[in-house]
Nanobody, 124 residues
Framework: QVQLVESGGGLVQAGGSLRLSCAAS????????MGWFRQAPGKEREFVAA????????YYADSVKGRFTISRDNAKNTVYLQMNSLKPEDTAVYYC?????????????????WGQGTQVTISS
């Protein structure tokens, strides 16, 4: 099993920044891809960004490209999501996910492990 623990959510004004963290523990050797998803009230969970476990590949949703940056710290088994130029439409619960396939999927069903989520609220 793999355990994922997110942190770093909060309330910020539009235009501000936040950095989310996701610490992985357990059988991390089985992880190939780490991703961030988000879910706003009444909406489906949507892909935000993903990174290979080695850190050499990244992929972003068009809605966050140029504003968000995903990165990882191998020594800490931690993945980060730096979010800049935040907009009210970025408001959602953000989830960290881990997948065992080396392919970067945007479908949440392809990810095996999930964190508990962290709330991000952007005020206008």
């Amino acid at each position: 099993q793999v355990q994922l623990v997110e942190s770093g959510g909060g309330l910020v004004q539009a235009g501000g920044s936040l950095r989310l963290s996701c610490a992985a523990s357990g059988r991390t050797f089985s992880i190939s891809i780490m991703g961030w998803f988000r879910q706003a009230p009444g909406k489906e969970r949507e892909f935000v960004a993903a990174i290979s476990w080695s850190g050499d590949r990244t992929y972003y949703a068009d809605s966050v490209k140029g504003r968000f940056t995903i990165s990882r710290d191998n020594a800490k088994n931690t993945v980060y999501l730096q979010m800049n130029s935040l907009k009210p439409e970025d408001t959602a619960v953000y989830y960290c996910a881990a997948g065992r396939s080396p392919i970067i999927y945007t479908n949440p069903g392809q990810y095996t492990y999930w964190g508990q989520g962290t709330q991000v609220t952007i005020s206008s």
